[in-house]
T-cell receptor, first 118, second 116 residues
Framework: NAGVTQTPKFRVLKTGQSMTLLCAQD?????MYWYRQDPGMGLRLIHY???????AKGEVPDGYNVSRLKKQNFLLGLESAAPSQTSVYFC?????????????????FGPGTRLTVL | AQTVTQSQPEMSVQEAETVTLSCTYD???????LFWYKQPPSRQMILVIR??????QNATENRFSVNFQKAAKSFSLKISDSQLGDAAMYFC?????????????FGEGTQLTVNP
């Protein structure tokens, strides 16, 4: 199993450009998440999904959109990138809570995408 | 909303010694999970240990153990016999059992240096 993979690993954008980050998981997880990591602030939740076709806002959703058209994929879009969106982005996935008890309730993380917006 | 606070931005320890990382959290819930994640320079997030709030016994995983004080809302991580490979950023995280989506709320992180 590849686990959770993210594409791309690095990207540099100019202000106003758009891009999509792709997250894929092969563990048949229901839940998927997008976080951003900034120095001194830990990881903050952007959006999440509790199943195919459903998405919800997290702590810092402004400027981002997401889609979960397939269970294994969770896309994060930036329509008009801003320097404040320079960050490291992590995708994660996990089982349904009723199944998670046998799996330590763990969220499995991807390797991260470093995004710089100039 | 829940909050998680790690008041030690940086800590250092000598190899083979013991170090304790602090974490406090704020919640009105009674049933939840707490986690410690490790992030080495590779950036990969690695689960170190977890604690279920309804369990009074402190969790242990080999050289890693926690001191869970529910009334004080404190969840510290103790690393015994520290090794060079323990050097990393450590994050404390909270997960509600009732909030939709099983989301994690993270602390700011503690950068641990292990000196040879």
């Amino acid at each position: 199993n590849a686990g959770v993979t993210q594409t791309p690993k690095f990207r540099v954008l100019k202000t106003g450009q758009s891009m999509t980050l792709l997250c894929a998981q092969d563990m048949n997880h229901e839940y998927m998440y997008w976080y951003r990591q900034d120095p001194g602030m830990g990881l903050r939740l952007i959006h999440y999904s509790v199943g195919e076709g459903t998405t919800a806002k997290g702590e810092v959703p402004d400027g981002y959109n997401v889609s979960r058209l397939k269970k294994q994929n969770f896309l994060l879009g930036l329509e008009s990138a801003a320097p404040s969106q320079t960050s490291v982005y992590f995708c994660a996935s996990s089982y349904l809570p009723r199944l998670a008890r046998t799996n330590r309730n763990e969220q499995f993380f991807g390797p991260g995408t470093r995004l710089t917006v100039l | 909303a829940q909050t998680v606070t790690q008041s030690q931005p940086e800590m250092s320890v000598q190899e083979a010694e013991t170090v304790t990382l602090s974490c406090t959290y704020d919640t009105s819930e009674s049933d939840y999970y707490l986690f410690w994640y490790k992030q080495p320079p590779s950036r990969q997030m690695i689960l170190v240990i977890r604690q279920e709030a309804y369990k009074q016994q402190n969790a242990t995983e080999n050289r890693f153990s926690v001191n869970f004080q529910k009334a004080a809302k404190s969840f510290s991580l103790k690393i015994s016999d520290s090794q060079l490979g323990d050097a990393a950023m450590y994050f404390c995280a909270y997960r509600s059992r009732v909030t939709s989506g099983s989301r994690l709320t993270f602390g700011e992180g503690t950068q641990l240096t292990v000196n040879p």
